[in-house]
T-cell receptor, first 112, second 114 residues
């Protein structure tokens, strides 16, 4: 079946540090991949997505590249801000139905 | 445009009482999802609907939980009777069906069962 594995958290960084959050997946077919972000007290919202191999999704300074050979979709940002403190979820969609398969999420805290 | 609307935002009830959570999806969306989020179990998909029809309810914990979607603009999640272990944040999300489209989440209902 489909599954998404995220690195264990939480992650604590200082402002302006480089961020990498790992995500790997197992899926049949050719999934589309997503990163969602959940700010404190809010619902999840889409951060970025990639629909085919080698695509790079980007938004708000965050990037992730769809790597089919390593079945990965790692999230990166060159310089994090305090406002990036949130929970980050990796997810995949295979088209077998409308639902997303989410990873467990990882909490990021950025110190001033 | 309004996003996904959920009500109530907070609900505190006593064990054994019936609880009804409500959701209004974004107009034009034909897929609706109910999730539960807790610290222990993370984000869990409970049930989802396509075109108002329940497609997969395998995530519903037990018979105390039920969900309906009587029309394209309204869905309910009911817990009867409620138990303390049902305490969680319940999210509703909607999307266009049939493709890798963004799921739009509501603000959630924080349920506390005492």
């Amino acid at each position: 079946g489909n599954s998404v594995t995220q690195m264990e958290g939480p992650v604590t960084l200082s402002e302006e540090a480089f961020l990498t959050i790992n995500c790997t997946y197992t899926a049949t077919g050719y999934p589309s991949l997503f990163w969602y972000v959940q700010y404190p007290g809010e619902g999840l919202q889409l951060l970025l997505k990639a629909t085919k191999a080698d695509d790079k999704g980007s938004n708000k300074g965050f990037e992730a590249t769809y790597r089919k050979e390593t079945t990965s979709f790692h999230l990166e940002k060159g310089s994090v801000q305090v406002s990036d403190s949130a929970v980050y979820f990796c997810a995949l969609f295979t088209g077998a139905n409308s639902k997303l398969t989410f990873g467990k999420g990882i909490t990021l805290s950025v110190r001033p | 445009d309004a996003g996904v609307i959920q009500s109530p935002r907070h609900e505190v009830t006593e064990m054994g009482q019936e609880v009804t959570l409500r959701c209004k999806p974004i107009s034009g969306h034909n897929s609706l999802f109910w999730y539960r989020q807790t610290m222990m179990r993370g984000l869990e998909l409970l049930i989802y609907f396509n075109n108002n029809v329940p497609i997969d309810d395998s995530g519903m914990p037990e018979d105390r939980f039920s969900a309906k979607m009587p029309n394209a603009s309204f869905s309910t999640l009911k817990i009867q009777p409620s138990e303390p272990r049902d305490s969680a944040v319940y999210f509703c999300a909607s999307t266009l069906g049939g493709g890798p489209y963004e799921q739009y989440f509501g603000p959630g209902t924080r349920l506390t069962v005492t």
